[in-house]
């Protein structure tokens, strides 16, 4: 006689998805939760001048390298940028100003898509959080050409 198979219970049906004003709002949650982060951390680089030292704490890659790494300048774009100052975000970090363009799109498509009652797309289709492999990959080749370019002496063409 073979022992009895263990009985496996039925999977869990996903949760329903709340509908209507509430459902909306309950959805938005999670992205407005990012947003008041954001301005958070964006209020605080306005406020604090990352020009001023003493304030923030010097780049490790720069301190033991003397290159200059993706996010040199970052926080300085990000005091320009919350001063509505593009040009000197540009200048300051410019990689760093274009992540913060994709980073408010994606915002903007979460929350459409959450209004509508639709997951991100990252999560859709049972992939793990995040953007796919090749937008990674993508993403990480502009940061090191950006890198290489900015530690060339190009009288400082992407040098924060």
Known sequence: ???????VPDPVPPAATPSGAGGAVRRLLGPLGVLAGA????????????????????????????????????????????HGDLPAALRDNALAVLAYALLAVCWLVWCARAVAGRRFPATARGRPYGPRGWRIGAFLGLAVIFTIVRNFPFEGLLTP
Do not use: E, K, N, W
């Open 39 to 82: 301005v958070a951390a964006f209020g605080y680089v306005a406020a604090v001048d990352p020009h001023q030292p003493g304030h923030y704490p010097v780049c490790p890659v720069l301190r033991l390298t003397g290159l200059y790494c993706p996010a040199c300048g970052g926080l300085r774009g990000a005091h320009a940028l919350a």
């Open 1 to 7: 006689m073979s022992a009895p198979s263990p009985i």
